[in-house]
């Protein structure tokens, strides 16, 4: 694991977008989401998304998603085709939360389009592939082990054999420090492992994220660090408010973000429902991002 964890320990380049705060950024994304999903009103969509990467200089994957989206629902198979060639030639920065929004289908989007459409979304295909860094093989297969470690024990729980319960428990909260150090360097070290490193990978790290909320004190450390990790675009906004909701759920306190960790609640009223909204706008979630989300590996 030591050899594998300094084949990536050193700082990597992270460009111009670690100076743009990612809360403000989807912030102001937000009501492109609002303009083309509440109200269908796609040229608003388009003018708040070109205001928003003029004042940031760029707009991410997800983002030229919605723009393909919208062409697509206004009949322009071309420009769509041609956005979604833009959105995987650059990185995601939520895409959690983008797959999580039903009125967006890649596969809808993709629907009907010509050969040479194709052929505009396969050279985006090919640029997606471009993205990964030095780094990013060395640092899937740490977090590949991290988890493997992880699910050893648990799945002993799963089997028909007779097993000692209290031993198999020990070994869990064994393999949870070792995870938790471990993971803790990886994010002072690099940052957190999100789509800027682990384009099209992120899942890779949700069992590690979601057991270490489990444990206070790493929350209570790190719950600071991954805000600024937020902000600083490296920590999707779903990840962090996951995080914050299982941790909660955990202690018995409501979930401020209603990312339906379990135990989830699911009734939520309206008055919940907009606070819900005004708290993830907080911390970079869109209102478009459905409550409850359903994260379906914690169901």
């Not at 895409?95 to 040479?116: M, P, R, W």
């Not at 706008?281 to 478009?288: A, S, T, V, Y």
Request: proline residues 4%.
């Amino acid at each position: 694991m030591k050899n594998a964890l300094f084949l990536f320990c050193f700082l990597i380049g992270f460009d111009a977008s670690a100076q743009i705060n990612h809360i403000d950024y989807k912030a102001d994304c937000d009501p492109a989401y609002r303009f083309a999903l509440d109200s269908l009103n796609y040229p608003k969509c388009f003018k708040q998304l070109s205001k928003v990467k003029k004042k940031y200089g760029k707009l991410y994957c997800e983002e030229y998603i919605l723009m393909a989206h919208c062409y697509k629902q206004m009949g322009k198979d071309t420009k769509s085709a041609k956005f979604l060639r833009k959105a995987w030639s650059n990185y995601s920065f939520d895409f959690v939360c983008l797959n999580q929004i039903t009125q967006i289908n890649l596969a809808k989007i993709n629907e009907g389009f010509s050969k040479k459409q194709q052929k505009l979304v396969q050279q985006g295909y090919g640029n997606f592939a471009n993205l990964k860094r030095s780094n990013t093989d060395s640092l899937m297969a740490v977090l590949q082990t991290m988890t493997d470690r992880d699910q050893v024990p648990r799945m002993k729980f799963y089997t028909d054999s007779i097993i000692d319960t209290l031993a198999v428990n020990r070994e869990i909260i064994q393999i949870d420090s070792l995870n938790l150090v471990e993971f803790r360097n990886i994010i002072y070290t690099l940052g957190y492992p999100g789509e800027w490193i682990l384009p099209g990978n992120v899942s890779m790290v949700f069992v590690l994220l979601v057991h270490s909320s489990y444990n206070q004190a790493f929350f209570d450390e790190m719950k600071p660090v991954f805000l600024k990790e937020v902000i600083a675009g490296r920590m999707p906004p779903s990840h962090y408010a996951l995080w914050l909701d299982r941790h909660y759920s955990m202690v018995w306190l409501p979930q401020p973000y209603g990312m339906l960790a379990v135990p989830g609640k699911t009734d939520f009223s309206e008055k919940q429902i907009r606070e819900i909204i005004a708290n993830r706008l907080q911390i970079g979630l869109i209102k478009n991002c459905p409550i409850p989300t359903k994260l379906l590996m914690f169901e």
